[in-house]
């Protein structure tokens, strides 16, 4: 695919990094933990559920965290976190495969690697529950999927329109992420969800991603669809816990009200 004119000059540097990356571990085998059971405990104790980003740094943030990475995942979910999304991009984002694999040990809920994955060698990079693939940066997503489930990983597959939306619902996907931000203009609009959302099949786990910085932004998501959010920036500016905690409690608080 050649995506140099729909992307960003910062996107289009970390797929060629993405390209160029070398990857020749053993195969990976995974008893994945399930998202959506996740999800469902969260709703039952009222929770948002929330996937929750452990993310070091990134090109559309100012500034880095050093803190433990186990610690800050470990923080999340004791803040009420479903999951946790691990960055293993190591050039622009901060992310190691060592860092997913210690916090995997470390935690009981479903963990995503976050990264650019582009070729079938590059899910065996390291054991997580769900591997993301996004539609607009993979040649063959069919094939893709199949070879992540038959290694056990769940797939959630990135998408930004409606036209990329139906691309992964032809695949199989049966969970889609919809990424509020533009990865031309590198800027976000909840409004990205709200127009793929009502699209969105039946049956299929839908996550809202990026520009959730609030409890009103995730009661917007929330009002228009999303089973699940995956925040970033706006937890791991400041105290993690407590950020994940206002979050997550959103539905309590509606209750209350």
């Known amino acids: 695919m050649d ?11 970390i797929l060629e990094t993405a390209r160029e990356r070398d990857e020749n571990g053993e195969r990976v085998n995974v008893d994945a933990r399930s998202l959506s059971d996740a999800f469902a405990r969260a709703e039952a104790e009222g929770r948002v559920p929330i996937i929750a980003e452990v993310k070091p740094t990134s090109p559309t943030t100012d500034g880095e965290r050093d ?26 984002f901060g992310g190691t495969p060592e860092n997913l694999e ?11 690697r976050k990264d650019f994955v582009l070729r079938e060698e590059q899910l065996d990079t390291v054991a997580a529950d769900i591997i993301l693939l996004i539609a607009r940066f993979v040649d063959d997503l069919t094939g893709l999927l199949d070879a992540a489930a038959d290694r056990g990983f ?10 990329e939306l139906e691309e992964a619902v032809d695949a199989g996907a049966d969970i889609i992420g919809v990424n509020n931000r533009d990865l031309a203009k590198l800027t976000v609009d909840l ?6 959302a009502p699209e969105v099949p039946e049956g299929v786990t839908l996550i809202a991603e990026s520009g959730i910085s609030d409890p009103e932004d995730v009661r917007r998501m929330r009002g228009a669809g999303a089973d699940g959010l995956l925040v970033g920036s706006a937890i791991m500016d400041g105290d993690v816990r407590t950020n994940t905690e206002e979050l997550t409690a959103v539905e309590r608080t509606q209750e209350t009200q």
């Open 191 to 196: 409004a990205t969800f709200e127009t793929v």
């Open 3 to 13: 995506d140099r004119e729909e992307v960003a000059p910062a996107v289009q540097s």
């Open 102 to 112: 210690r916090i995997r040990e470390a935690v009981d809920v479903p963990v995503l």
């Open 67 to 92: 803190d433990d990475p186990v610690e800050l995942a470990e923080e999340m979910v004791a803040g009420g976190a479903s999951a946790l999304s691990v960055l293993t991009e190591p050039d622009h």
């Open 154 to 163: 769940q797939v959630l597959v990135e998408i930004h329109s409606t036209e």
